[in-house]
């Protein structure tokens, strides 16, 4: 066993593979090596087709068999239908023992993933993070491989660096033509950005398009290239409309969301980085999108623009850049209706790479030119780390996202969470699983006050220019304590050991690892 | 010993409440049944504060069912003497602690 | 910021709902009234008492001033209200719909019993009485100097618009009278006059306009009804600058007679008296709470 920098404990290696354990936000440095791809060169004569008539002919002509790499991305949510149908013919082939690595986490319902792990189809996983019935069953020790988790920006970097090859991506799309140029910005089932996925048509061996509404060729707009892809499929329905996000995202009514939302704002404002010009993130929570609202208001108020908004986009943010109020957004995915039509909109509302978002490992990404970036998190500890993957069980609930990106990146980090949630303590000791480094994160914002963290960079000037203002500024031990003193001690949930899930940190570093819970 | 007339039910399954149900169980003693958002972080300090309820009412036969979800030892407390005093039918005597009461 | 001595905003938590109760302490309103009355269903009153008692008993907010609204005077659950509320150790009862001097007598003497045999300090726990009727205006003053503990009168304006068979309006004017007569008596007992609230959540200029309303008229302090009147209400009840410019040399009076040792205090021509120095301490905590800025000690005198 080896200890990383934070004091979580890591096996030495995993599977034959050595584990590089983590050791500060900026420790490792890529390898002096080329990019890795599975793409290869092709040929494609005039008049040959790209097209085939089904999901299974299309699996058949990329070539795909035992223990391969598969790939998809989550632009479609709760309501895709692409997953399902792909992995059933996969197993109705008797293809088995495949790595399955979607662009971020999985929500479907039906069919559950866990059925597919069951069957022997799926017997490695790499996402961002996992829920429900899959989350429940890799916790209690369903699988013999450890699932691995990284956040966004980690996914290309994983790719090019030859740890995550993929074999056969399959890219659902809302528009596409014969040939392959694709696209999530139009369509009846339009997602918005498919930025997450451009990795995955640059990098993978075969790249199998989906659709349900080909379009006369060319396609335009187009987010994908023809040039990247191998294969076109029509199905009936990729999505579910509904699920995929019809209108806003709701805004909280919450007094106490509202609150913690206000002071975020408050706290940037305040902050000494809120000039003309500022960049911002925020996330798809409720918090996030009150806090948009907030922030766009006090934007007005100081009679300044932001440069641009970074990743999610909701239409909180839209409306802010419609108000005038910031000059471009950067947006790598939709998480409403709103956000995916707006991309075709506007000049200046733009569909983003995940990779130019947030990569470790590239010439530089934009979350190193963030100056706030609003988070949300399951649990943060007395030393800032941040949990955003298990819950008060031990149980799988979040995703990695993209805080731990944002985070290393933004000038000021805010974290945004209720000091508490039933009984379960949001501020603690020390959290069960560790995704952010607690180093990269400036300051806490709960109901009961805001703790700015001693360790961070900027925490002088921060410091100085909040102590002006009318924010509650507390320590973050003091936090600890009035939940604590609400809720009562917990009993520590009690783990074997086997380790289910590697956590990675940005730059594949292994920042936590999570171990198989023992039930009652 | 306080004996319980009917069953009866206190609280709510809002989240950070507790629903306690209680009913007379003659002759078969205390018989707790609970289910928590938390049992695995405080089942056993649940039961605890339920039973010390018990204790100060005098109860020695009640079948009692909770459906917790994720209240504080407070509002178990509270609810457990909201369910008893209805179950039992009987006032709250305020005073009992105040000093020199009897 | 809340502030004990501070009496700007009471927002309720109703005795009914859990996460309502543990929630409200995280708000910014100066007064917290932990509610057995409107917004508890009959069949909870007993629930609402256990839930009260013990919230308090183990999770007092400690920067807060603590008050507790009893069922009123005449309804069923009133003896069993004070048993409870008394002992919680609130530091005032809030009393809906008092319309007589011999009402309040009658509470105080009740509460006194109970303090005397819990082993409280007798008279420490107050009194805020809510006039809701045309009969509680006309006694106003009364009611105001029937007791000792009586430290603040709200006008309750719903009810009091039904009694008057008027129409509650925004703008007020069914309330005016009601508004001045129950301050002026309030001035003349020197009890805390608190005004009614603004009943629409969604209407933030509205409710500027109201609680600026209040703030000229005298008014110590304004209901709210939700969380996020609390702010908009709290900025209202700053003080003007000629506020604090009157409290800064009522205090340097006090300081300069402190050293001179002289018993008497005096500024332009008239006497400092206990009141007026209660009130310049008062306008500075509410500078303070503000965020103004002041040279020297004066928010610690």
């Avoid at chain 1, 790719?159 to 040939?179: K, P, Q, R, T, W």
């Avoid at chain 1, 999505?239 to 007094?255: F, L, Q, Y």
């Avoid at chain 1, 102590?467 to 604590?484: F, G, M, N, P, T």
């Avoid at chain 3, 009586?150 to 129409?167: C, K, N, P, Q, W």
Wanted: proline content about 4%; charged content about 25%.
């Amino acid at each position: 066993m080896s200890v990383n920098s934070l004091g979580r404990e890591l096996p030495e290696t995993i599977g034959g593979h050595k584990l590089v354990p983590y050791a500060g936000p900026f420790a490792l440095t890529p390898p002096d090596s080329c990019v890795s791809s599975k793409r290869k060169l092709a040929l494609l004569r005039p008049g040959e087709s790209k097209m085939k008539a089904s999901i299974k002919d299309a699996i058949l002509a990329c070539g795909l068999r035992d223990g391969m790499t598969i790939s998809f991305h989550h632009s479609f949510r709760e309501g895709d239908m692409i997953i399902g149908q792909v992995l059933t013919v996969i197993r109705e082939l008797g293809i088995k023992g495949l790595r399955f690595a979607p662009s971020a986490v999985i929500n479907i319902r039906n069919p559950s993933i866990v059925d597919f792990v069951k069957d022997g189809v799926i017997d490695r996983i790499e996402a961002s993070g996992i829920r429900g019935q899959l989350g429940d069953a890799v916790v209690d020790g369903l699988m013999d491989n450890p699932v691995i988790l990284r956040p966004h920006g980690a996914r290309p970097r994983a790719i090019e660096s030859g740890a995550l090859d993929i074999d056969v991506a399959f890219i659902g799309a809302s528009s596409a033509d014969e040939y392959g140029n694709a696209t999530g910005l139009i369509g009846p089932n339009a997602c918005g950005s498919l930025g997450y996925s451009f990795i995955d048509a640059k990098s993978a061996g075969k790249v199998v398009i989906i659709t349900d509404c080909l379009v006369d060729y060319p396609c335009v707009p187009t987010s994908i290239s023809q040039q990247d892809v191998d294969y076109v499929v029509v199905v009936e329905q990729i999505g579910d409309s509904e699920k995929i996000g019809k209108g806003a995202a709701r805004v909280t009514k919450n007094p106490r969301d509202l609150l913690i939302a206000d002071w975020a704002a408050q706290l940037a404002a305040y902050s000494g980085f809120f000039e003309n010009g500022y960049s911002f993130q925020t996330g798809a929570g409720a918090i996030s999108i009150a806090c948009t609202n907030y922030l766009a208001n006090l934007t007005a108020e100081r009679g300044i623009r932001a440069s641009f908004a970074l990743g999610g986009l909701t239409a909180a943010i839209v409306e802010m850049f419609q108000r005038g109020l910031i000059r471009t957004i950067q947006c790598s995915q939709c998480f409403d209706a709103v956000a995916a039509r707006s991309l075709t909109t506007d000049p200046n509302i733009v569909e983003i790479d995940n990779s130019v978002y947030a990569n470790i490992f590239n010439k530089g990404s934009m979350v190193n030119k963030l100056t706030f970036g609003i988070l949300g998190a399951l649990e943060v500890d007395t030393d800032f780390n941040v949990n955003i993957l298990t819950g008060s069980s031990g149980e799988m609930m979040g995703g990695l996202g993209g805080g731990p990106d944002v985070a290393a990146g933004a000038e000021v980090s805010i974290v945004t969470l209720p000091i508490v949630r039933g009984r379960t303590p949001s501020v603690v000791k020390r959290v069960f699983t560790l995704c952010t480094p607690g180093e990269t994160v400036a300051a806490v914002v709960t109901e009961a006050g805001i703790a700015l963290n001693p360790k961070h960079r900027n925490y002088g000037i921060l410091k100085e220019n909040l102590e002006k203002s009318r924010l509650k500024l507390v320590d973050i031990e003091y936090l600890q304590k009035v939940a604590e003193n609400l809720l009562g001690v917990p009993k520590p949930i009690e783990c074997t050991d086997k380790i289910v899930t590697l956590v990675e940190y940005r730059d594949g570093s292994i920042i936590d690892v999570i171990r198989q819970v023992k039930r009652l | 010993m306080l004996e319980l007339k009917k069953p009866a039910v206190a609280g709510t399954l809002e989240s950070s409440d507790i629903q306690i149900s209680m009913a007379p169980n003659p002759g078969k003693g205390i018989e707790i049944e609970l289910d928590s958002v938390v049992k695995m972080q405080f089942g056993d300090s649940i039961l605890a504060t339920v039973r010390r309820l018990l204790e100060e009412f005098e109860i020695a036969e009640a079948r009692i069912s909770l459906n917790d979800k994720g209240a504080i030892d407070a509002v178990i407390a509270a609810r457990m003497q909201t369910v008893i005093c209805r179950a039992a039918e009987i006032g709250y005597n305020w005073a009992k602690e105040d000093p020199h009461a009897r | 910021m809340p502030g004990k001595k501070l009496k700007r905003t009471s927002l309720y938590a109703s005795g009914a709902s859990v996460v309502n109760m543990l929630q409200a302490v995280f708000y910014n309103q100066d007064c917290i009234v932990y509610d057995l009355e409107d917004s508890v269903p009959l069949d909870g009153k007993d629930a609402a008492r256990f839930l009260i008692s013990n919230v308090l008993r183990r999770h007092r907010p400690e920067d807060k001033h603590i008050q507790i609204r009893v069922n009123g005077i005449y309804s069923i659950y009133f003896e069993e209200d004070l048993e409870a509320a008394v002992r919680a150790r609130p530091d005032a009862l809030r009393v809906p719909k008092v319309e007589t001097a011999e009402e309040v007598r009658t509470i105080s003497r009740k509460v006194a019993a109970i303090e005397r045999k819990a082993g409280i300090e007798e008279g420490s726990i107050k009194l805020w009485c809510t006039l809701e009727s045309h009969i509680g205006v006309l006694n106003a003053k009364s009611i105001a100097e029937a007791d000792p503990r009586v430290e603040a009168l709200i006008l309750g304006a719903e009810d009091f618009t039904a009694s008057m068979r008027a129409r509650r309006t925004k703008e007020g004017p069914e309330i005016f009278y009601a508004r001045n007569a129950m301050l002026m008596a309030c001035r003349a007992a020197g009890v805390d006059a608190i005004d009614a609230l603004f009943p629409d959540v969604n209407d933030v200029e509205g409710l500027k306009e109201d609680a600026k309303k209040s703030k000229t008229l005298g008014f110590d302090g304004k209901t709210a009804i939700h969380p996020r009147q609390v702010d908009i209400i709290n900025d209202a009840f700053t003080p003007t600058q000629k506020e604090i410019n009157y409290a800064i040399r009522v205090l340097d009076a006090i300081e300069e007679g402190k050293r001179q040792n002289k018993g008497a205090v005096s500024l332009d021509g008239s006497m400092i008296d206990k009141p007026i120095v209660i009130r310049a301490q008062t306008v500075m905590a509410l500078a303070k709470a503000a965020g103004i800025k002041i040279g020297g000690d004066y928010y610690e005198r």
